[in-house]
């Protein structure tokens, strides 16, 4: 009797070790090489029960199943079987063995100052108008070009740390740029000199960083550890890590950070825990303002007077407008599509202040009226876009279709009237090639539109006789940044 237990002990325990074989097998082919072979992230975010607690399990099963909408999270069902994703999911909602640390110790011996803060010249090496220039991102080899935007033509590129996330930001002058990647690397580079001056490694897995509006500041929201990580503008050392834990004792990722400036604060939008931080940059020691809100805030942006916080849930239908003086909502606004408001501009429109947003899932930008919080149009579109961008210098909106599951509308940029909300032109780059995000030159003048590709480009048009006139070869160009549009805070781009 004791050898037959004995043989099935062995048995169960051979199958369960198969079967922990066979899962492990499966993460490391199919999912390591963007969720980490620890599962601590890379290109694709970390995956540990800590971070996945909105995310229940069946809808687990459909995410890796089906994939995500407008993300590099492509379905496995027809690589994986029913059971080999159930298995899958059981096994990122185990516990790492060792919990990750990325704490105060660990930032601090991450930190390497390059040059010492100060200490190289404060002209530019190059003759091109220093508030005219564009930091492109090319993440198809991990690199940066700096381009003049006069001439269109690149005065330098270099390396950056692997897969940088959630657009570079400037310094207030527009002398320094400031990247992030999505491992937790916050990068500072000397544009003046073309260095990077100072790295420090901020989180395991960081989501975004905003710059203050004194220059003095930068703060990055991670996803892993569950914090917001203070760091000083000027060599990137660190002031603080302030865990990001709700009133309710529960510990949340962070969905995004960003400065407002005319309010002399950053604010940082909580993932798992429905409320907003506000946090002014001036005082010393960093207060942090709690606003309960009504849902999760996965993305957020703000009117232009920054009073007003419009954000969404991601998977809800109706955004908030929050008043960030009262701390209230003051509206709930129909945004059925999957809004990207981390894309959100706004324009005049008949005397109005109105926002506009692309929607991931559905074809349209909508237009709201900031003042009555109203739906003024739903513009139809040539795919679900991503980015959107204007300039108040000229008269149109451009957006893309990168979020379109179809090749046939991810080469189109749609081109809106922003006097007449109807589609003025629709624009394909290079037929058959992804297109997406544009921007404008400080002067409003051209517009430069990437083509997302390995061996993809930089389209160069005519904002108004939408002609193109110029054709750069870049890696995978995700984004370009124009320095002057960026530190004046353009209505027509993000910030
Ligand atoms: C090519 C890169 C890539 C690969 C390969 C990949 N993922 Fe993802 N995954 C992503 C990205 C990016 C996201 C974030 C999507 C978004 O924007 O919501 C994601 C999201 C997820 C989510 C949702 C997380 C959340 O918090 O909502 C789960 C679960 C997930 N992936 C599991 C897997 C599993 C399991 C595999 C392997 C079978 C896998 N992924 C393979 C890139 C990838």
């Known amino acids: 009797m004791r050898r037959f237990l004995f043989f099935v002990g062995v048995a169960v325990l051979s199958i369960n070790a198969l079967a922990e074989q066979s899962v492990q097998k499966n993460y490391t082919d199919y999912c390591a090489s963007c969720h980490g072979a620890d599962r601590l992230g890379g290109a694709g975010p970390a995956l540990l029960p800590e971070n996945l607690e909105r995310l229940r399990r069946p809808e687990a099963v459909k995410t890796i199943s089906e994939g995500r909408i407008a993300s590099q999270m492509a379905g496995f069902a ?21 919990a990750p640390v990325w704490g105060t110790d660990e930032i601090i011996t991450s930190h390497i100052r390059h040059v010492p803060a100060g200490s190289l010249p404060d002209k530019p090496l190059f003759s091109a108008d220093p508030l005219n220039l564009f930091v492109v991102v090319e993440v198809g080899d991990h690199h940066a070009t700096i381009l003049d935007g006069d001439k269109f033509e690149p005065i330098y590129r270099f390396p950056t740390r692997f897969a940088l996330h959630g657009g570079p930001k400037f ?22 000199n073309l260095k990077t001056v ?32 203070l760091l000083n503008a000027d060599d990137l050392s660190l002031i603080r890590v302030i865990p990001t834990v709700g009133l309710d004792g529960k510990s949340s990722r962070v969905s995004a950070v960003y400065q407002a400036e005319p309010r002399g604060s ?16 001036g005082a010393t020691d960093f207060p942090v303002r709690r606003i309960a809100v009504d849902d999760y805030l996965d993305d957020f942006f703000f009117d232009p007077s920054y009073r007003h916080l419009i954000g969404a849930a991601r998977d809800g239908r109706k955004g908030q407008a929050i008043d960030l003086d009262s701390g209230r909502k003051v509206a709930q606004i129909d945004l059925p599509g999957m809004p990207h ?19 991931l899932k559905e ?5 709201i009226d900031m003042t009555t919080w109203q739906t003024v149009k739903q513009i139809k579109t040539i795919g679900p876009g991503f980015f959107m961008r204007s300039h108040e210098n000229t008269p149109y909106a451009w957006t893309d279709g990168f979020s379109s599951g179809d090749p046939a509308s991810r080469d189109a940029m749609t081109v809106i009237d922003k006097g007449t909300l109807e589609v003025a032109r629709v624009l394909r780059p290079i037929p058959g090639k992804t297109a997406a995000h544009v921007e404008f030159t400080r002067d409003g003048k051209y517009a430069l539109v990437s083509v997302w590709e390995k061996d993809g480009a930089l389209v160069i048009y005519d904002a108004a006789t939408l002609r193109e006139i110029k054709r750069l070869p870049m890696n995978k160009p995700s984004g370009k940044y124009n320095v002057f549009n960026k530190i004046t805070r353009s209505a027509g781009t993000s910030h």
């Not at 002058?173 to 990247?179: C, L």
């Not at 940082?268 to 506000?278: G, N, R």
């Not at 981390?342 to 005049?348: L, M």
């Open 171 to 192: 310094s207030p002058d527009g002398r320094y740029v400031f990247f992030a990647s999505r491992d937790g690397w916050i990068s500072k580079f000397d544009i003046y």
């Open 198 to 229: 100072a790295e420090v490694r901020a989180g395991i897995n960081t989501r975004n960083i905003a710059v203050s509006g004194d220059g003095k500041t930068v703060l990055a929201g991670n996803y892993l550890p569950h914090s917001l990580v």
């Open 78 to 98: 027809d690589k994986l079987g029913k059971d080999e994703i159930l298995a899958l999911v059981d096994f990122i909602y185990r516990p790492l063995p060792v």
């Open 341 to 359: 408001l981390g894309s959100g501009i706004t324009w005049e429109y008949q005397g109005h202040p109105v926002m506009a947003t692309p929607n």
């Open 363 to 367: 074809p349209v930008v909508s237009v």
């Open 266 to 281: 950053f604010v940082a939008a909580l993932k798992d825990v429905k409320e907003v931080w506000e946090i002014p940059y």
